[in-house]
């Protein structure tokens, strides 16, 4: 893991060269600015704060697709992956600082939402912190687990388009749609074992999320999502040795 | 520093690599010569670990490829066909950056990096992002990254491609100043780069090694025959004639002219015969206006090995024809 640190500041870098990280920031700030102008304007309370984090979990589904794109793809499509991979750098270290690389860039791009709860403070509101910071850790293991499911779709094509919108796809299915599906998933196969719609509820993002709404920091939510920043560097390792019998 | 087993790579239906089989010692500089899909960027993929070969074992240094990768990663230096960077970085923080990657230690980066950037003539571009330089400074960046680790072992796709012909010859000069340092396994399509640095030469064909040795040897090896040219004023028949006389010719055409016949003339190849068809000639009054032995070039090699009706081999003149017959395709390649 010595090669880590090297790694990660590049990647991290490499979205501060891009314009299009900048474009992508500054239509993160203006849809979570107007998301919570719209959500504070009607409520005025401690529920802007759970309602917010409900909203940016959407729009994260948006935004951390455009993330994390490029993060394999594009040095697939270059070339530049065959350099990194022929470099004395393991597969792990290399999944892992992209991940990381592109988990410090959201952290910074969420980072001036946090704005927000003083712009409560200033229109007489008295926000619980504990609320805003749980909201906020909650936020971050999302985007994290986020970012770890768009890594290893991101290293499965060269073309970083296909990239996004499949992440969209599935970030969308497993914050939202499966949402929808957990009481009509009752008559699958095994239904005497298998309680599927716990399964589902348990898969799916927003359940995670709720807790931290009210200002709880469940550890059992925190180890659900780094199981799923797990699996998603495991599969971006296997996808990146996958090479090895393509 | 390399041995080669029985390699095979199959991509999905095409066997790009079909049991090659060699071995490269120390400080050798081996050119990999063949043809647009012959099979030497997979070989070459398959040195540096890009991926594993289908079959068969391919070590550097005493490390297997597959089941040592990293030992064997530490110890090359490699650079694509298509030289992939970074277009966002600075040639020197690109080099600096590759150079932490591939381990050479913080105190000796800097020195390392203004080492090759001085050998590879990037001075002038140091601080310039990447993405803006011409092909041929993105290609000795390429390189600088390549060499920055004192590699053991470099392997170069096709390095001069695309440089102009002052940044060919430079290139070259570099490669065979490295070739003093470190083992070297380049591919190219230039022939004549080959002969200039290149200590043995690999051959491959169909993903199949078809020759090996060094320049000389191989030319050698495959010249069944002497060539001559001769340029002769008198008249024709007889002069055919005459020369067909002399022991020793194998093979014979004449191109009638008015005034200067041309003839084509092969021999055994373990004589010199230009004496004896100079004496021929001037001794039966004729003129001589031109006597010179055609040697076999590395070109003709490479044309006749790979060319692709395998049945066919040899070329060159045809055997003795007592008609004047057009002058046999090969041989009247450029000398
Ligand atoms: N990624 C790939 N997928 C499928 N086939 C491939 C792939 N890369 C190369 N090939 C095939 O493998 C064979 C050998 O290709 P290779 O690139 O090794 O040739 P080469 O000797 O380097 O040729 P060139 O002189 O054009 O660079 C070719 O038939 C090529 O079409
Ligand atoms: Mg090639």
Redesign the pocket.
Known sequence: MTNLPALTKREFTAYFYSPMAYVIATGYLIFSGLSFYILLKDTRDANAMRNLLTFLGFIHTIFVPMVTMRLIAEERKTGTLEMLVTAPVSDVEIAVSKFLGALGFTVLMIAPTLLYTWIITRVGGRPDYGLVWASYIGLVCLTAAYISIGLFISSTTANQIIAAILTFVVLFTVYFLLGFFAGSVRGLPWKDTINWPEVVTYVHFSSHLESFGKGLVDTRDIVYFLSVVGLGLFLTVKSLESRRWR | MIEVRDLV?K????T??DRITFSVEKGEIVGFL????????????MLSCYFPPTAGVARVAGFDCVTQSMEVRRRIGYMP?SVPLYPDMRVEEYLTYRARLKGVPRRERAHAVNEVVSSTGLMDVRRKLIGSLSKGYRQRTGLAEAIVHKPELLIL??PTAGLDPGQIRQVRELIKELGKRTTLLL?T?ILNEVELTATRILL?HR?RLVASGTPGSLVGGHQTARRYYLEVRGPGDAVNAALQAIPNVTGLSWSPAADWHGFKLESVPEFDLRAELAKTVVGNGWDLRELREEKMTLEDLFVQITRTDEAAPGGGVTQIRPAPVEPAPAAGGPA
Do not use: P, R
């Open positions: 790579k991509y999905a239906g095409v790009a690599v063949g043809k647009n899909g012959a099979g030497k960027s997979t070989t070459m993929k066909e796709d096709e591919s399509h491959i993903g």
